[in-house]
């Protein structure tokens, strides 16, 4: 019960600092901030999608939370590079 719960409190962590680097993005404008306003909304509806099928298909909260982690944990890792 820990891990589901340190799991979650660190996707809220993670989700923070995606929303920041995006926000900055989106801030200077220009190609890279449309560019990334589309993948937003995409990723989103594919993540919701995604969750809502795992939910449907009886996984638990443990499955869901793993799952949007790896994608919020790559954005970060994308948002973060440098020149990027």
């Known amino acids: 019960m ?3 719960w340190f799991d979650t ?3 809220g962590v993670e989700a923070q600092q995606v ?3 995006r926000a900055m993005k989106l ?5 890279a901030a449309e560019h990334e306003a589309r993948r937003m909304v995409t990723e989103k509806a594919a993540a919701a999608a995604e969750a809502g099928l795992k ?5 638990g909260a443990k499955s869901v939370i793993r799952g949007y982690r790896g ?3 790559a954005n ?4 973060s590079r440098r020149g990027r």
């Not at 801030?27 to 190609?31: D, E, N, R, Y």
């Open 2 to 4: 820990f891990k589901l």
């Open 9 to 11: 409190f660190l996707l």
């Open 19 to 21: 929303i920041w680097l």
């Open 27 to 31: 801030a200077a404008g220009g190609k």
């Open 55 to 59: 939910i449907a298909a009886g996984a």
């Open 71 to 73: 994608k919020v944990r």
């Open 76 to 79: 970060r890792r994308r948002l």
